[in-house]
Protein backbone atom coordinates (compact mmCIF):
# COMPACT_ATOMS: atom_id res chain seq x y z
CA UNK A 1 0.00 0.00 0.00
CA UNK A 2 0.95 3.87 -0.21
CA UNK A 3 1.05 6.17 2.93
CA UNK A 4 0.91 9.78 2.28
CA UNK A 5 2.06 11.72 5.38
CA UNK A 6 1.09 15.61 5.61
CA UNK A 7 3.10 18.30 7.30
CA UNK A 8 3.66 21.91 7.28
CA UNK A 9 0.08 23.41 8.95
CA UNK A 10 -0.63 25.64 11.39
CA UNK A 11 -1.68 29.43 12.62
CA UNK A 12 -0.63 32.35 10.42
CA UNK A 13 -1.97 35.74 10.46
CA UNK A 14 -3.75 36.96 7.37
CA UNK A 15 -1.33 38.09 4.76
CA UNK A 16 0.84 35.41 5.91
CA UNK A 17 2.36 32.35 4.04
CA UNK A 18 2.82 28.58 4.88
CA UNK A 19 4.27 25.84 2.90
CA UNK A 20 2.51 22.20 3.18
CA UNK A 21 4.43 18.90 2.50
CA UNK A 22 3.25 15.42 1.65
CA UNK A 23 5.47 12.50 0.70
CA UNK A 24 4.04 9.46 -0.48
CA UNK A 25 5.83 6.53 1.03
CA UNK A 26 4.93 2.58 0.69
CA UNK A 27 5.13 -0.30 -1.46
CA UNK A 28 5.19 2.15 -4.11
CA UNK A 29 5.54 1.02 -7.93
CA UNK A 30 4.08 4.78 -9.33
CA UNK A 31 2.54 7.88 -8.34
CA UNK A 32 0.40 9.63 -10.77
CA UNK A 33 -1.42 12.25 -10.08
CA UNK A 34 -0.67 14.40 -6.55
CA UNK A 35 -2.94 16.84 -5.28
CA UNK A 36 -4.40 18.97 -2.27
CA UNK A 37 -7.48 18.81 -1.09
CA UNK A 38 -9.34 21.00 1.89
CA UNK A 39 -12.64 20.85 3.98
CA UNK A 40 -13.63 23.75 6.18
CA UNK A 41 -16.39 22.95 9.15
CA UNK A 42 -19.76 23.04 7.74
CA UNK A 43 -18.18 23.22 4.13
CA UNK A 44 -17.57 20.20 1.77
CA UNK A 45 -14.29 18.95 0.52
CA UNK A 46 -12.74 21.06 -2.33
CA UNK A 47 -9.96 21.14 -4.51
CA UNK A 48 -7.62 22.94 -3.84
CA UNK A 49 -4.71 22.28 -6.23
CA UNK A 50 -3.68 19.79 -8.61
CA UNK A 51 -0.19 18.13 -10.35
CA UNK A 52 0.40 15.67 -12.58
CA UNK A 53 3.36 13.20 -12.69
CA UNK A 54 4.75 15.25 -15.86
CA UNK A 55 3.95 18.84 -14.17
CA UNK A 56 0.46 20.69 -15.14
CA UNK A 57 -1.12 21.92 -13.00
CA UNK A 58 -4.66 23.21 -12.22
CA UNK A 59 -5.95 25.05 -9.01
CA UNK A 60 -9.19 25.99 -7.65
CA UNK A 61 -10.54 30.12 -8.59
CA UNK A 62 -9.95 31.07 -5.06
CA UNK A 63 -6.37 30.40 -4.94
CA UNK A 64 -5.10 31.19 -8.33
CA UNK A 65 -2.44 33.75 -7.64
CA UNK A 66 -1.67 33.07 -4.38
CA UNK A 67 -1.11 29.24 -4.33
CA UNK A 68 1.67 27.50 -5.87
CA UNK A 69 1.74 23.17 -5.80
CA UNK A 70 4.94 21.56 -7.17
CA UNK A 71 6.65 18.27 -6.76
CA UNK A 72 10.11 16.32 -6.27
CA UNK A 73 9.04 12.97 -8.59
CA UNK A 74 12.15 11.47 -6.95
CA UNK A 75 10.95 12.05 -3.28
CA UNK A 76 7.11 11.03 -3.95
CA UNK A 77 6.65 14.79 -2.33
CA UNK A 78 3.97 16.78 -3.38
CA UNK A 79 4.22 20.83 -1.97
CA UNK A 80 1.51 23.77 -1.46
CA UNK A 81 3.36 27.07 -1.19
CA UNK A 82 0.28 29.57 0.00
CA UNK A 83 0.73 32.84 0.20
CA UNK A 84 -1.26 35.75 1.46
CA UNK A 85 -3.30 33.70 3.33
CA UNK A 86 -7.03 34.70 3.87
CA UNK A 87 -9.08 34.02 7.04
CA UNK A 88 -11.46 31.75 4.43
CA UNK A 89 -8.42 29.51 3.49
CA UNK A 90 -9.15 28.03 6.89
CA UNK A 91 -9.44 24.56 6.86
CA UNK A 92 -7.54 21.02 6.88
CA UNK A 93 -5.75 20.56 4.16
CA UNK A 94 -5.46 16.98 2.99
CA UNK A 95 -2.74 15.36 0.58
CA UNK A 96 -4.46 12.91 -2.10
CA UNK A 97 -2.61 11.00 -4.84
CA UNK A 98 -3.58 8.54 -7.80
CA UNK A 99 -0.86 5.82 -7.24
CA UNK A 100 -0.22 1.99 -7.66
CA UNK A 101 1.35 0.13 -4.96
CA UNK A 102 4.05 -2.80 -6.30
CA UNK A 103 0.74 -5.42 -4.47
CA UNK A 104 -1.91 -3.62 -7.09
CA UNK A 105 -2.72 -3.93 -10.53
CA UNK A 106 -4.45 -0.97 -11.06
CA UNK A 107 -3.67 2.48 -9.19
CA UNK A 108 -5.40 3.54 -6.24
CA UNK A 109 -6.53 7.11 -4.45
CA UNK A 110 -4.82 7.77 -1.44
CA UNK A 111 -5.35 10.02 0.91
CA UNK A 112 -3.22 11.39 3.74
CA UNK A 113 -4.89 12.39 7.84
CA UNK A 114 -4.93 15.89 7.17
CA UNK A 115 -3.33 18.81 8.87
CA UNK A 116 -4.78 22.05 10.09
CA UNK A 117 -4.33 25.44 8.54
CA UNK A 118 -6.27 28.57 10.73
CA UNK A 119 -5.78 31.91 9.36
CA UNK A 120 -6.65 34.22 12.15
CA UNK A 121 -5.33 37.91 13.64
Known amino acids: QVQLVESGGGLVQPGGSLRLSCAAS????????MGWYRQAPGKERELVAV???????AYADSVKGRFTISRDNAKNTVYLQMNTLKPEDTAVYYCHSHARSRSDFNPKDYWGQGTQVTVSP
Open 26 to 33: GNIFSVYA
Open 51 to 57: ISSGGST
